[in-house]
């Protein structure tokens, strides 16, 4: 079986090329590559064995998961290495057919649905996102991070201005943001614009707490949010903000989000839909759409301006950020790792070793995936008007987005 799985391990490494071993069960060592293994995958049952070649990179990383397979080194490395190999090819059929099954099951169709796979990651709590995202506005999107840029902190509030500037929000606007999280961009961009807006958020949890926190800063006046799924809201706003929400809609769903986000608008009014794409179609990865992100799938770009088109809407910008994304995780990472200790002791049955294992497989999984030159799964901005913008509705050049 030794020559086997030997000829696995070397099939798996010649793409990578990166230099790694394998531990078995019996105590035997495969090793491909030349130079010292930059990682060890340590096997500590038959049983984890059969799951990796049976059901592939999801089966790995189950066993993973379970305590059932270690690795020993750089979690980068070897998650970058996986992105560049073919682990699982064989077993497509079976992963396909999981897949899509969980599609079906957990569809955001119904509102309850979508409700409870809001809840499931959104739902965790305030102290548990505090510990790790960025202080104080606990933005959970991708950072925004030109030359220059120092921290997390400083990365967030860049994008926020950034959004702010491409749809042109000024005091006297009206504005909606969509799934608005801890309410980051809505405090912020009142700070910096005077103008005033609606968070629509279907996250209980997360809608309490903001609600709570906009009274406690007194700006009952200014900002207020709504405990609602998007297509229960009505009203028209001067500018619309949607920032990670359509990889969360669902296949089904995406042409009636793209609807719904029309309709929030005024006629002549702006709006940007920031999110996760893929750049041609491709499925929405198994390990996310089960463990991770309920419900979720990631829409291509070329989907997406289809459905913008159709509602009347006029595409003025598309701005590729994908390269923002890996620096954005690499700080939730290293930040999760460092408090985990502290996250731990909020809920020491929820948050255990295997969330822990689940969540830094997220975390420094997708950072390589952003940052992998084989990569497929990017990050758009989309800046789009209701109706045809005239000469003087929007500038002729980009300048105006760099301007501080």
């Known amino acids: 079986m030794l020559f086997s799985i030997q000829g696995i391990v070397d099939s798996l490494g010649a793409r990578p090329g990166v230099p790694f071993q394998v531990a078995l069960p019996d105590g035997s060592r495969c090793r491909t590559g030349d130079g010292e293994p930059r990682f060890t995958i340590v096997f500590r049952s038959e049983g984890a064995l059969l799951a990796a070649f049976t059901r592939g990179y999801i089966g790995l990383l189950e066993a993973y998961f ?8 750089d979690l980068h490395t070897a998650f970058a ?19 899509d099954l969980l599609e079906w099951r957990r569809s955001n169709r119904s509102l309850g649905q979508a409700k409870a796979n809001a809840r499931a990651h959104y739902g965790l ?7 790790w995202l960025d202080d104080p506005l606990m933005m959970y999107t991708c950072g925004y991070w030109p030359q220059g840029t120092n921290s997390l902190e400083e990365a967030q509030r860049n994008k926020i ?30 700070e ?20 709570d926190e906009i009274g406690r800063r007194g700006l009952q006046a200014q900002l207020s949010v709504r405990e609602a799924d998007f297509r229960e809201v009505d009203g028209q706003y001067d500018k619309v903000v949607s920032i990670g929400v359509l990889e969360h809609a669902g296949r089904d769903q995406l042409a009636e989000v793209v609807r719904a986000h029309a309709g929030f608008l005024k006629p002549g009014g702006l709006g940007v839909l920031h999110f996760i794409g893929h750049v041609g179609r491709y499925e929405t990865d198994l390990f996310i ?5 309920p419900g979720g799938w990631i829409p291509s770009l070329a989907d997406v301006i289809v459905e ?42 929820r948050f255990d070793e ?45 300048g105006f987005l760099y301007e501080r």
């Open 66 to 73: 379970d305590g059932d397979v270690d690795v020993d080194g």
């Open 81 to 99: 290495a996986g992105l560049l190999s073919d682990l699982g090819q064989q077993v497509r059929t079976v992963a396909k057919v999981e897949n």
């Open 125 to 131: 709590g305030e102290p548990f996102y505090r510990l």
């Open 161 to 190: 201005d950034h959004v702010c500037r491409k749809i042109r929000l000024s005091a006297g606007d009206r504005f909606v943001d969509v799934g608005c999280g801890f309410g980051g961009f809505m405090f912020r961009a009142h």
């Open 192 to 211: 910096t614009t005077e103008a005033t807006g609606t968070g629509v958020n279907t996250t209980t949890e997360q809608v309490d707490w903001l609600r």
């Open 289 to 293: 759409r089960k463990h991770v992100f």
């Open 308 to 349: 913008v088109e159709r509602c009347g809407l006029e595409v003025l910008d598309v701005e590729n950020l994908r390269r923002h994304y890996a620096p954005t995780l690499d700080a939730w990472a290293e930040r999760f790792e460092r408090n985990w200790d502290a996250i731990r002791a909020l809920d020491p049955k």
């Open 354 to 398: 295997r969330f822990r294992r689940i969540w830094l497989t997220y975390l420094i999984g997708c950072a390589e995936m952003f940052r992998s030159p084989a990569g497929y799964t990017h990050l758009f901005q989309i800046v789009f008007s209701k109706g045809n913008v005239t000469d003087t509705g929007y500038p002729m050049g980009r």
